[in-house]
């Protein structure tokens, strides 16, 4: 079926000023329907969720957990309840690290790869901090690939648990997590998907995959920020102690104690973002009416074109994998002679937005022996002419900078 | 911000007194960690004066050429002179408005010679905070 990107740009009421907006790894931009769906809420549905019997609050609770359903869909669970919504991907990773990490020890291991960003670096480090645990980092092959002798070394280890990211936010590299899930569990170890930059991108079905945890945010797949979603298999949740304490993840509280309240409210103190739930929700649905594959196979030709394009400027040096189909959303890249930050602000000056910086990944960036590199990223609505124009602001921003 | 403003493209091209002091008095480093943008500065000083500066750096042209254009003005300064430099007078330097996200960019140079001074004076370094926060 023909992908129709200028039907799919003009559902985004921000593109329309023709802004080339490549940073869609940072965060998405929104379509209508999602801001519609919100503004609904508030305007008919809006009240508190599990608690009172008026109509409004059966709504807006209704539309709650119908938001939970559609991303148990979109996550290929098994249960509803296995949905814990949280504050964003960071936050789900947390509620993991704080909770699963209490039963830690000073000789238990976790392990990660370069390739984390920091929101699955240092909820970990923290751990360590706190209960001396010891930290293995999987290691890279020069393309940003995992190197397939550090993953075996690293297991070997029998590490409690492996967090792994899906798409590494930099350079884009799609990480096998299927075999190296299976690889994990055969040495005894839990795997968290930290999905942040794959969601967007790749179909994700946790039963297939088999991960144990997986995370991800709203506002990365087309939804409002605020809202965000930890999976977990049903009895590893049910075995973790709580998170956070209040109203909502209680069944009873005396003066003396409390029981925690069942799956999944056990995890969701205090009146969670129902409206962003509520736009979640339907950012998932307008993701599965063009189809996630349809969506992806779109983008791996913007890559391609990122690409072939940038390999011919020849102050250009991309970091990571050169072939499209090794990656997904990102590309990142060095310019001889031009900081990324002025480049970037150069580029920003034309109307084409990228990213700078360490990106939250300044492990990564220290393995690559860079400070900061320039990223783009792409996403449903853009299109080739957009590469195309970015790609000569860069040929512009070099002559003018080395004239 | 004009990027291409030809005084800081000519700094960032040609620092002046980018070089390795022989026997300085004080030397500090400084690091805007946001961007990993670095100065590091040397000062041969006499009777609280600067005699004498050299500096190294890597980063964006901001910090590069600001520091480049504050490195001018710096030989024959008291210490209190020097320390008295408010941060409008590095956005006059460069001569264009720099936005909110490129401040501490523009400001890496002054929150340098400011620490460089105080470790001169064996006194404790300056917070960020408080060097884009002096008028």
Redesign the interface.
């Known amino acids: 079926m023909h992908y129709d990107v200028e039907a799919v740009r003009r559902q985004f009421p921000i593109l329309s000023g023709g802004i080339c907006y490549l940073d869609s790894a940072a965060t998405s931009q929104k379509p209508n329907i999602v801001l519609r769906a919100m503004d609904t809420f508030y305007t008919s549905q809006n009240a508190n969720i599990n608690r009172g019997v008026h109509a409004l609050a059966e709504a807006a609770t209704v539309a709650f957990e119908d938001a939970r359903k559609t991303v148990q869909r979109f996550l290929g669970a098994k249960h509803a309840h296995e949905i814990i919504f949280t504050r964003n991907a960071t936050e789900a990773i947390n509620l993991v690290a704080k909770t699963f990490g209490r039963s830690l020890a000073q000789k238990d291991r976790i392990a990660l790869t370069l390739l984390e960003h920091h929101s699955n670096i240092v909820p970990w480090l923290q751990l360590k901090e706190e209960k001396n645990i010891t930290i293995d980092w999987i290691g890279l092959e020069t393309d940003g690939s995992l190197n397939e002798s550090s993953i075996a070394d690293v297991l070997s280890k029998k590490p409690k648990l492996l967090a792994i990211t899906g798409v590494s936010n930099v350079l884009g590299t799609k990480i096998p997590l299927k075999e190296i899930i299976k690889k994990a569990h055969a040495n005894g170890t839990l795997v968290l998907v930290d999905a942040a930059q794959m969601a967007a991108h790749e179909k994700i079905d946790v039963q297939d995959l088999d991960c144990d945890f997986l995370a991800f945010s709203g506002h990365k797949v087309y939804g409002p920020t605020g809202i965000g979603v930890l999976y977990g298999k049903e009895k590893l949740l049910n075995d973790l102690p709580t998170f956070l304490g209040g109203g909502d993840m209680i069944q009873t509280v005396t003066t003396d104690g409390f029981t925690a309240a069942e799956l999944p409210r056990k995890f969701e103190a205090g009146t969670p973002a129902i409206a962003e739930a509520v736009g979640l929700k339907s950012a998932i649905e307008w993701i599965d009416s063009l189809g996630i594959a349809a969506i992806a196979e779109h983008e791996e030709h913007l890559l391609a074109h990122a690409l072939e394009k940038l390999q011919t400027i020849k102050e250009v040096k991309v970091l990571g994998p050169k072939d499209a189909k090794k990656i997904a959303s990102c590309i990142s890249f060095t310019v001889d002679g031009i900081?990324?930050?002025?480049l970037t602000?150069?580029l920003s000056e034309k109307g084409v937005y990228l990213r700078?910086?360490?990106h939250c990944t300044q492990p990564l960036h220290n393995h690559l022996g860079v400070?900061?590199t320039s990223r783009i990223s792409v996403a449903a609505y853009n299109t080739i002419e957009e590469i195309d124009r970015f790609a000569t602001e860069i040929s512009h921003a070099i002559s003018?900078?080395k004239k | 911000m004009d990027l291409y403003a030809e005084n800081i493209l000519d700094h960032y091209r040609h620092p002046r007194h980018k070089s390795v002091l022989k026997n300085p008095t004080v030397t500090h480093k400084e690091e805007n960690v946001s961007c990993g943008d670095t100065v590091e500065l040397s000062l041969s000083m006499k009777d609280a004066k600067i005699l004498e500066i050299g500096w190294s750096g890597e980063g964006c042209a901001i910090s590069q050429a600001a520091m480049s254009m504050l490195s001018e003005e710096l030989i024959g300064k008291t210490t209190d002179e020097a320390l008295s430099i408010a941060t409008d007078h590095i956005h006059e330097l460069l001569g264009v408005p720099v936005g909110p996200r490129r401040t501490k960019c523009a400001l890496l140079c002054l929150h340098t010679l400011k620490n460089t001074l105080r470790a001169a004076k064996n006194e404790p370094v300056q917070s960020w905070t408080e060097t884009v926060g002096e008028q």
């Open positions: 900081h990324p930050h002025d602000q150069i700078a910086g360490h400070v900061a003018a900078w």
